[in-house]
């Protein structure tokens, strides 16, 4: 197989000729043809899969786009065993994908249903439907959401309270641009979970 393989690669091949075996091979060895390849053989089969589970297009195209990219990120950084069949391996990813996105969209709807609740009854004591566990779900999903540097700053605050000051040292940046990442988090935390998140901040 792999001298079938070199011997089309000194000849100038078109990687839509390669079998899936030995297209796998050429992937696995983040070879970024080969990828374009699986790309162009697999996107509509994946795709088609993950809306089958979900019935939302935007989310079936959201998924499929992050199992791509993230299969690229991890060959580029050798971080994934070759499998023995690359149909099944695709597939199984995009299920694990899709079951993960359910399971965070029904935390993040469970979460807004019962603050909803709270602000139509304007009774304190709807708080208490929303379980600890669900609270702190759905603020880790927003806050790992976040991009990295604000994430960073954002967690050295509220969870090591440190302060502002104490942040700035330690990351050599200024106490000024550690207030903006942490007011630009809560706003954009409040705008996923809504303005009654207020009462957290």
Not at 45 to 56: F, L, N, P, S, T
Not at 136 to 152: G, H, T
Not at 155 to 181: C, D, F, P, Y
């Amino acid at each position: 197989m792999y001298i079938r393989i070199l011997a089309l690669a000194s000849s100038m091949f078109s990687y839509h000729l390669l079998n899936d075996t030995e297209l796998t091979a050429l992937l696995w060895a983040a070879d970024s043809s080969a990828f374009a390849e699986v790309f162009d053989r697999y996107w509509d089969k994946v795709y088609i899969h993950a809306y089958r589970m979900i019935g939302d297009e935007d989310a079936a195209k959201d998924v499929t786009q992050e199992l791509f990219v993230s299969l690229w990120d991890k060959l580029k950084d050798g971080d994934l065993r070759q499998p023995v069949s690359l149909a099944g391996y695709l597939y199984a990813a995009i299920r694990n994908r899709v079951l993960n996105h359910m399971r965070q969209e029904k935390t993040r709807n469970s979460f807004t249903d019962a603050l909803g609740a709270y602000m139509d009854q304007s009774q304190h004591t709807i708080i208490e439907k929303i379980s600890e566990k669900e609270l702190s779900a759905a603020l880790d999903l927003e806050i790992q959401n976040l991009p990295p540097k604000m994430r960073v700053i954002f967690e050295m605050s509220r969870k090591e309270h440190l302060s502002h000051k104490e942040i700035s040292q330690e990351l050599s940046i200024s106490a000024n641009t550690v207030k903006k990442q942490i007011n630009n988090a809560i706003r954009i935390i409040k705008l996923k979970l809504g303005n009654t998140i207020n009462f957290l901040f």
